[in-house]
Every structure is written in C-alpha cells, then in structure tokens.
C-alpha cells in the first residue's frame, strides 16, 4: 500500500516514470490488488504522455474511479479519440451534477506540484467539453 501511495506523490511532483516503478514493485508484492494498481498506473501513464497504455489500464477496471475518468478524457483527447473523450466526459459531468469543469479538476486532480499539467488537463476538459 505503502509504495502505492508513494507512486501517486512521484506523479503529483512530476516524476510519473518513477511513479510506475514503484507501483511495479507493489504489485510484485501483493498481486492481488489488481484494480487498485491499474486505476493509479492509468494515473502515473496520463501524466507521463503515454495515453494509449493509461487507456488499456482504464479498460481493464470493472469501475473506472471518477479521478480516472478525467484523465481518460484526456487520453482520448491527446489519441485524437473527440468522440470517446466527450462520451467520458457525460460520464464525468452525470457523476459531478452541478458542479462546473473548474470546479471537478479542483476536487480530483489539482494535486500537481507543476501547476501547468492541470492547467493543460483544463484546458482539454474545455476543448472536449465545447466540441459537444
């Protein structure tokens, strides 16, 4: 658990590459908790640009966390994938009823240390959001 944690503070002060070892030695040690480490690996690959392997963690999760479906909308963006990225984004939107695009990247993703990568991640949830 411990590593796992440790693995998401590596993806907040932007070493996310860092991030996957970690949550790569957690899981040789306990192997059973598969959900939770493909939910925080899908998190360490988004930030770390590698969008087609954060969206195959996020297709393996029986329930993508409402965290994790903000940064598939933004591995669809970045794919070219506008469509999938506006379908997540109803999800986000039904989930977080009355709150605005601003006000859901406060609540689950404004953790990074460098401020640009969740100002990037706004400005995607707009483009998507104003494409529909």
């Not at 598969?34 to 930030?47: A, C, K, M, P």
Request: net charge negative; charged share 25%; glycine share 6%.
């Amino acid at each position: 658990f411990i590593l796992s944690i440790r693995a998401i503070f590596l993806n907040h002060t932007n070493r996310p590459e860092q991030g996957l070892e970690e949550i790569a030695e957690a899981q040789r040690r306990d192997p059973y908790a598969v959900g939770w480490y493909d939910d925080f690996r899908g998190v360490l690959l988004t930030t770390a640009g590698r969008y087609r392997e954060a969206a195959a963690c996020y297709a393996k999760m029986a329930t993508v966390t409402p965290w994790s479906l903000i940064r598939l909308i933004i591995c669809h963006f970045e794919l070219g994938e506008i469509s999938q990225a506006q379908d997540v984004l109803a999800k986000v939107k039904a989930h977080y009823r009355g709150m605005s695009l601003d006000q859901i990247v406060d609540t689950e993703v404004d953790f990074y240390q460098d401020a640009a990568i969740c100002g990037r991640y706004r400005e995607i949830l707009d483009r998507v959001d104003k494409a529909q």
